[in-house]
């Protein structure tokens, strides 16, 4: 028996946890809220002056904005990244972001699929760098990783 909960309890502590460390990253004025401002801030980080999308902010902040105020408050990024925003069923976000990434459709996210997203994104990464992300989400090189490969990393 083990004394301080199930397996289960401490994932989803865990989970919440992680979210609420990636919330705090994200809320750069630490006013409780994810603004504008917070996201151009942090991406700006990965890009340089300018080079934020503004229509892609807006569309993010839209996106988990369900009381309309503008911000994007802890609770409704939770739900965004849990998935319980109604849009697509339990993983719902998740599911659109492996979609975006999937660019020939395939059900699988490749290598070419992955480097370019992350190009997309802001990110440089080397073959071997992609092939590692691959390879831990329990796909292969030649193949690629499933939806479910990708919801395995992240459940840990």
Not at 1 to 10: K, V
Not at 13 to 33: E, I, P
Not at 75 to 101: C, H, I, Q, S, Y
Request: glycine share 12%; aromatic share 10%; net charge negative.
């Amino acid at each position: 028996m083990c004394p301080s909960g199930t397996a289960s309890d401490r994932r989803e502590t865990t989970g919440k946890a992680n979210l609420r460390s990636a919330f705090d990253v994200l809320d750069a004025d630490s006013d409780g809220k994810i603004s504008h401002d917070d996201l151009r801030a942090f991406y700006g980080g990965f890009s340089g002056p300018g080079d934020s999308n503004e229509d892609d902010i807006k569309s993010m902040i839209s996106m988990a904005d369900f009381n309309k105020d503008g911000y994007v408050e802890y609770e409704e990024f939770e739900k965004v990244l849990n998935g319980k925003n109604g849009r697509n069923g339990r993983w719902g976000v998740m599911e659109d972001a492996f979609r975006v990434m999937d660019k020939d459709g395939d059900g699988k996210v490749g290598r070419e699929d992955l480097k370019s997203y992350l190009k997309w994104a802001g990110f440089e990464a080397c073959d071997e760098d992609v092939e590692a992300m691959i390879r831990l989400a329990g796909g292969d090189e030649n193949d690629g990783v499933t939806f479910q490969g990708l919801l395995n990393v992240l459940a840990f």
